[in-house]
């Protein structure tokens, strides 16, 4: 339960206290600053409370935006202020102090509020204030003042702009164009039946998995259903995010779940698309897992470079710049978010190509389309590392360092070795060079010797910090090498289940990963070190693939890698869930990234 406490005297015909009980608050008057106080104590320190001005004249979405988001210890409008408990010790100080300075004395005049938010900026304490736009908020000082402000309210449709907000501001052109137009109404609906982004989100998963079931059939009508079922869920997946934005209902446990699922989706259904093939006689597994190992890449590369540059000072260059100019033609910021195929227009290609080709030809298109995006975002970002003269931060380098997700033998080898080999990213290359060279030499243990190499070249790349202008791509190529290994030492086995037991471990790993970035994104830290050294790090996991490839044969390859993907699967999943459910429950700040639309 929440608490409102309304300060001041009541004011006639106003609807303040019937908008408090509808964003959810206990409401509680109090005539003066002394008795507002007072009442600020009785308070339990684990609710939400805010202080109201009697006399608040504005929209009921001004209230609810700056009163009910669970994102802020600390959020404020004008005549109001909130704290969750996080934020209830800054709160109580500032409103003593603002006591101690007026006396307790009646709120003729000022707003206890406003000066309460006053206080709590010359404290130095982060309040957060939403953009409001055309929606009002005020304390009208007089009666002509209060007439104005509620023309003002008449006067702007407070739900027609909380629907339009509900909708990401940053957008492909097929969500902006053929889904939001109307899944806005769909989140609206959902909301008003008490549904919740997490149960939408969960339906959106559920759909994908149908339809990835449809696309395993491997007939026709299979093949259309999954392509119709695949859009379904991308419509369901937008209104999970537009619920939290139309009613703040924003948690650490639905970014991840919303973030999570995604991928899970997405993979899901690139195993359906391999198994209808097969069932028609055409084998599409490399192309499957291709297409997983591209993807994930991808991301990697975009999560790496943003934690590189997420707090970095003098963080311009020409080529942003540039960037930006572009961005102010109108039709060119349409055409830069296709060509990086963003989730809606991948998810439209690949349902419309479900439908009508075949899974080859999906894959095909999918590995063509997001090769050109994968090199135009890199290629950009490379230059705008090379011309931007940031200075990058200790959080940063941390941030890149677990992502790389070194393991004990690449630690073992870093305190072992005494001779350093050179910049992180040139090591990273080399090792990954040879180990490439290794994996297609035709040599039974050429591997395993390019391995070793590998993992020497992953202890010495973390031998310093990672602050160098292209020291963010060192955790991408690290996937890159870990998820081709197993890619190319499955399709060399040339046996049937290989490959579809490499997708696995590949999707484990992946999993893993991700859970990495969505940690530190929600500033909850790396996994456990714990976890890295039982699933031996990125480093240890290569080596071992490429020994069990070279001292079994294809049959017990396959065996071995179908054995691994079901440990690290479930390691990591049993880890993973277990911290979010915990995290969630144990009150962590909520959180709601828009990020990339990836």
Request: hydrophobic content about 50%.
């Amino acid at each position: 339960m929440s608490t409102a406490i309304l300060t001041g005297q009541p004011v006639p015909g106003s609807s303040i206290e019937g908008d408090l009980r509808s964003l959810g608050f206990d409401v509680r008057i109090a005539s003066d600053a002394a008795e507002a106080e007072t009442q600020l104590a009785q308070v339990p320190g684990d609710q939400r409370v805010a202080v109201v001005d009697a006399r608040f004249v504005g929209h009921l979405h001004a209230l609810r935006l700056g009163l009910t988001d669970p994102r802020f210890p600390l959020s404020a409008v004008t005549g109001a202020v909130t704290a969750q408990p996080a934020g209830r010790q800054a709160l109580t100080r500032a409103m003593a102090r603002e006591n101690s300075a007026g006396g307790g004395t009646a709120l003729a005049v000022d707003s206890l509020a406003d000066r309460i938010v006053t206080a709590l900026d010359a404290d130095g304490t982060a309040v957060h204030r939403p953009e409001l736009g055309r929606l009002v908020a005020a304390v009208p000082a007089d009666a002509q003042a209060g007439n104005e402000a509620r023309q003002a309210v008449a006067a702007v449709d407070d739900e027609a702009i909380r629907l339009k907000s509900a909708v990401k501001a940053r957008d492909g052109f097929f969500t902006t164009y053929f889904i939001s137009p109307y899944s806005r109404y769909i989140a609206r609906w959902c909301a008003r039946l008490g549904l919740t982004p997490n149960q939408v989100t969960t339906a959106s998963l559920l759909t994908a998995l149908i339809a990835a079931g449809c696309a395993a059939t491997g007939t026709r009508g299979g093949f259309v259903a999954a392509g119709v079922l695949l859009i379904a869920s991308f419509v369901l997946d937008c209104v999970d995010g537009q619920i939290a934005r139309y009613s703040l209902q924003y948690s650490t446990l639905g970014a991840w779940l919303d973030a999570t699922f995604d991928r899970a989706k997405e993979y899901a259904y690139y195993a359906g698309l391999a198994l209808g093939a097969a069932r028609g006689g055409d084998d599409v597994w490399a192309l499957a897992l291709g297409a997983m190992v591209l993807q994930t890449c991808r991301h990697v590369v975009d999560f790496s470079f943003n934690e590189a540059n997420h707090d970095a000072t003098a963080n311009t260059s020409p080529t942003a710049a540039l960037s930006d100019k572009l961005d102010s033609v109108g039709w060119t910021v349409w055409i830069r978010r296709m060509i990086v195929l963003p989730i809606g227009e991948r998810w439209a290609m690949i349902a419309v190509l479900t439908a009508v080709t075949t899974p080859r030809i999906t894959f095909y298109a999918l590995l063509i389309g997001c090769a050109f995006a994968a090199t135009y975002t890199t290629a950009g970002r490379v230059l705008r590392s090379l011309t931007r003269k940031a200075q990058r931060t200790d959080r940063a380098a941390r941030a890149l360092a677990d992502l790389a997700d070194n393991g004990p033998l690449a630690a073992l080898v870093a305190r072992a070795t005494r001779v350093r080999l050179g910049a992180p990213l040139l090591v990273a290359l080399a090792g990954t060079a040879v180990l490439a060279v290794a994996l297609f030499s035709g040599v039974t243990w050429a591997p395993v010797a390019g391995a070793v190499v590998y993992t020497v070249t992953a202890g010495q790349a973390l031998y310093r910090p990672l602050k160098g202008s292209l020291d963010w791509l060192v955790p991408p190529l690290f996937r890159a090498a870990e998820y081709g290994t197993v890619l190319i030492l499955a399709a060399q086995a040339d046996v049937q289940g290989a490959l579809p037991a490499a997708f696995g471990l590949v999707a484990a790993v992946a999993y893993h990963h991700y859970d990495t970035v969505y940690r530190i994104r929600g500033d909850a830290g790396s996994p456990p070190a714990w976890l890295v050294r039982v699933i031996g790090g990125h480093e240890g996991r290569t080596l071992l693939v490429a020994v069990l490839a070279a001292v079994l044969t294809a049959s017990q390859f396959t065996v071995a890698l179908t054995v691994l993907a079901v440990a690290v699967a479930l390691v990591v999943l049993v880890e993973s869930i277990r911290f979010w459910v915990a995290a969630h429950q144990g009150g962590a700040p909520a959180v709601h990234d828009e990020g990339e639309p990836a």
